[in-house]
């Protein structure tokens, strides 16, 4: 009977902490800085390819250019390291030990280097045997792992999800968000978790995590680009809703300035991610981009959109003749408006709209062009809007309602 009883308590007490959100009051605007992966990726080989390998040397570098040329200023304050920085094997306490050519001083020295420069540290790990390049992971080493990343001072975990049986990620992920809470030191907890799973639990996710990325991993062309652009549409009923403010859904990194994307491209997944509320995580060689698209990353009327305060996920409104329509509300009552052309045509694209057609009320509105091709107007409900929209490219409006004694109050 005591036994019974002792039983059922447990199992309560086990619900009611897997049960407990995050809650730590961390990625209140989605997260933006820089990763390894997109642009890096696996490059181990420092002999043959100094300037690229995953090492102290290249996130020192990294951070460098971001304090001088303005990115830390511009919003992007969490530097990471993606998979492929550990050594093969744990040490003989069991614990893991980061790559000892690569990095050197090991990762408080890095984590310091960061944190004197105004910088938040983002490191990567798997929720598996193994992570996806083969390296130890954190199955069954979890509270050992979490500790090492308290003594290192990191500052927010992405946990991808190789080598897991994607049934028990349910229980696994809450389970490691609950541990790296105990641990007391405040992190950012991205979570591979859905991308991994045919129809995820989002209320169960939100819950549990800062964001998480939904789907496939984005590669360096304009073809990945725009199959999670639809994807992202075509799903976004299921998951849109659970953004907000500490939890936001991840499409993956910034593609801008690589080698895939042409620079009206760059200009499409820069205006898409921020009517999404996305992550805005660059991975790029900062040392040789190129101005123009520097220009895209340090749009700061771009990234004041991506941040707003309200949170809400914009959705695709509109989708005819491979044009398309997003729309995101503003905490200011504005609404951001990225029309976006997918055809291959060769000359810009014009396209007459309704406001019902954008989904913003009728009012009049003072239309401000946020890559600033075009000059301020004002548009009222009564004339179709009209735009011209490069090949694959996008042209990206911010719509500001005038002042009440202008409005037309018909919605
Ligand atoms: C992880 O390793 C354990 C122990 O070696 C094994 O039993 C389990 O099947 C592995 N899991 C996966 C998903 O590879
Ligand atoms: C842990 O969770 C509690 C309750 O939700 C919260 O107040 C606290 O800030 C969290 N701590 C960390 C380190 O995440
Ligand atoms: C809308 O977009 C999807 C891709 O998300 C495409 O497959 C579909 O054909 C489009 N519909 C129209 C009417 O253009």
Request: hydrophobic share 35%; charged share 25%.
């Amino acid at each position: 009977m005591f036994r019974k009883c002792r039983l059922y308590l447990l199992v309560f007490l086990e619900l009611v902490s897997v049960n407990e959100a995050l809650n730590n009051g961390l990625a209140l605007t989605p997260p933006m800085g820089w990763l390894t992966w997109q642009r890096f990726r696996c490059i181990t080989d420092c002999e043959k390819y100094p300037d690229e390998c995953i090492s102290e040397a290249l996130i020192k570098r990294t951070a460098d250019i971001m304090l001088d040329e303005g990115y830390l200023e511009a919003g992007y304050n969490y530097v990471g390291i993606d998979d492929c920085w550990l050594e093969k094997e744990r040490d003989d306490n069991g614990r893991l030990v980061p790559d000892r050519n690569r990095f050197p001083n090991g990762m408080k020295a890095v984590a310091d280097y960061l944190h004197e420069k105004g910088f938040k540290f983002a490191l990567y790990q798997d929720y598996g045997n193994k992570t996806c390049m083969g390296y130890p992971g954190v199955l069954d080493h979890e509270e050992t792992d979490i500790q090492s990343f308290v003594d290192w001072d990191v500052d927010y975990i992405k946990l991808d999800g190789c080598y897991v049986d994607t049934a028990k990620m349910d229980d696994g992920y809450p389970y490691f968000g609950k541990l790296l809470n105990q641990s007391g030191r405040p992190m950012v907890y991205s979570c591979s978790w859905p991308a991994y799973q045919k129809k995820p639990d989002y209320a169960s996710i939100s819950h549990h995590c800062n964001l998480w990325r939904n789907w496939d991993d984005i590669q360096d062309s304009w073809s990945s680009l725009s199959k999670i652009m639809n994807w992202f549409a075509e799903n976004q009923d299921d998951f849109a809703k659970y953004a907000r403010p500490g939890q936001w859904n991840d499409p993956d990194m910034l593609l801008v300035g690589n080698f895939g994307l042409s620079l009206d491209q760059a200009k499409v997944q820069m205006a898409v991610w921020s009517v999404l509320a996305a992550p805005l995580l660059m991975s790029v060689d900062l040392k040789t981009i190129r101005p123009e698209f520097k220009e895209v990353l340090l749009n700061k009327d771009i990234i004041a959109i991506d941040q707003d305060s309200l949170g809400k996920q914009g959705l695709r409104v509109w989708n005819k003749s491979n044009c398309e329509i997003w729309n995101r509300k503003l905490s200011d009552g504005s609404y951001a408006i990225a029309f976006v052309n997918k055809r291959d045509d060769g000359t810009p694209y014009a396209v007459k709209v309704s406001f019902d057609t954008m989904r913003i009320p009728k009012q009049t509105y003072e239309v401000q062009d946020l890559y600033k091709e075009e000059q301020p107007r004002s548009v009222g409900p009564e004339v179709d809007f009209e735009t011209r929209i490069n090949p694959s490219g996008v042209k990206f409006y911010k719509f500001i309602p005038k002042s009440s004694n202008d409005v037309n109050t018909a919605t």
